[in-house]
Nanobody, 126 residues
């Protein structure tokens, strides 16, 4: 059974940093394209970042370029979202996800994943 579980969310002040983790079980993260998606209050889901099996990142949200990075640790079967210089507009529920049908991000929709975690709340506020 495939399972993804996020952790690391919480309350942070504007300008601060957080690192979200997504632990996978039931499959090997390194074999698939993986990504992070967020949903702000009252808005639809928004793709944030995707990373291919070769380590190439695709940004879907221009507002996070230069501030957010995605990575994976194959030994721990875990992926990460490092978020720096956080803004109140980054407040959202963050989900990790993966697509077992592909290894790349290019040419695919920002929400095109077949397995999702339950999400973790990130609140940026003073």
């Amino acid at each position: 059974q495939v399972r993804l579980v996020e952790s690391g969310g919480g309350l942070v002040q504007p300008g601060g940093s957080l690192r979200l983790s997504c632990a996978a079980s039931g499959l090997t993260l390194g074999n698939y394209a993986i990504g992070w998606i967020r949903q702000a209050p009252g808005k639809g889901r928004e793709g944030v970042l995707c990373i291919s099996t070769e380590g190439l990142s695709t940004y879907y949200a221009d507002s996070v370029k230069g501030r957010f990075t995605i990575s994976r640790d194959t030994a721990k079967n875990t992926m990460y979202l490092q978020m720096n210089v956080l803004r109140p507009a980054d407040t959202a529920y963050y989900y990790c996800a993966l697509d077992t049908s592909r290894t790349t991000c290019t040419g695919y929709g920002p929400l095109q994943y077949d397995y999702w975690g339950p999400g973790t709340q990130v609140t940026v506020s003073s």
